[in-house]
């Protein structure tokens, strides 16, 4: 076998490095496009952010000053004073809006027969609502349980509560109920005297 050329001029394969080496610089030359096109892309929407954040910044200023000078101008006595005058009023609102004859009925068809009232004081109290403070004589704490029992039915009492009881002088128990009372429709319960 013979191993040596012969040809003056030795036949080499470089149409195939050229065509890769051609290939090799497309790519690179589309890469670098790529690159300097998002270069130029983010710098442009860098520099619109940065001048959209100075100018938020700007306009987060001059708010501070508008909001420290209208600090500057406000009057805590008067607001403190028409903040007092507007609870007064809400509070003439819900006394005005209390209705005794509403109470009374609800009462009258929820007390047992064994148990009288002897006292009845509506409370406004700003966190829990409007309380009643009521005083009832009975027979016994069953006939106390009984009363509570069908006001909590009623579904306009709710939370009520013996916060003192004694035997008064007659033998019968005096008892001092707390319940919160949040008027709505009359219903009808199981007491004893007002049936119809």
């Given at each position: 076998?013979?191993?040596?050329?012969?040809?003056t001029?030795?036949?080499?394969?470089?149409?195939?490095?050229?065509?890769?080496?051609?290939l090799?610089?497309?790519?690179?030359?589309?890469?670098?496009v790529?690159?300097?096109?998002?270069?130029?892309?983010?710098?442009?929407?860098n520099?619109?952010?940065?001048?959209?954040?100075?100018?938020?910044?700007?306009?987060?200023?001059?708010?501070?000053?508008?909001?420290?000078?209208?600090?500057?101008?406000?009057?805590?006595?008067?607001?403190?004073?028409?903040?007092?005058?507007?609870?007064?009023?809400?509070?003439?609102?819900?006394?005005?809006?209390?209705?005794?004859?509403?109470?009374?009925n609800?009462?009258?068809?929820?007390?047992?027969?064994?148990?009288?009232?002897?006292?009845?004081?509506?409370?406004?109290?700003?966190?829990?609502?409007?309380?009643?403070?009521?005083?009832?004589?009975?027979?016994?704490?069953?006939?106390?349980?009984?009363?509570?029992?069908?006001?909590?039915?009623?579904?306009?009492?709710?939370?009520?509560?013996?916060?003192?009881?004694?035997?008064?002088?007659?033998?019968?128990?005096?008892?001092?109920?707390?319940?919160?009372?949040?008027?709505?429709?009359?219903?009808?319960?199981g007491?004893?005297?007002?049936?119809?």
């Amino acid at each position: 076998m013979i191993r040596t050329n012969l040809s003056t001029r030795p036949f080499y394969n470089e149409s195939a490095v050229h065509a890769w080496l051609l290939l090799v610089a497309v790519l690179v030359i589309a890469a670098s496009v790529f690159n300097v096109s998002r270069l130029l892309r983010y710098s442009g929407s860098n520099t619109q952010q940065e001048t959209a954040a100075r100018r938020d910044e700007a306009r987060a200023a001059q708010l501070r000053d508008q909001a420290a000078r209208l600090r500057a101008t406000v009057d805590v006595q008067k607001i403190e004073f028409a903040s007092v005058e507007a609870r007064q009023a809400n509070d003439l609102i819900d006394r005005r809006t209390f209705s005794w004859t509403d109470l009374f009925n609800r009462f009258e068809t929820t007390l047992p027969d064994d148990v009288r009232i002897v006292a009845v004081r509506p409370k406004l109290d700003h966190e829990r609502g409007f309380l009643i403070l009521t005083t009832v004589v009975a027979r016994g704490v069953e006939d106390v349980d009984a009363f509570i029992e069908h006001l909590e039915k009623t579904g306009a009492f709710s939370n009520a509560q013996s916060v003192e009881e004694h035997v008064n002088e007659q033998g019968q128990l005096e008892a001092h109920l707390e319940m919160k009372y949040g008027p709505g429709p009359v219903k009808r319960s199981g007491g004893g005297n007002g049936q119809q």
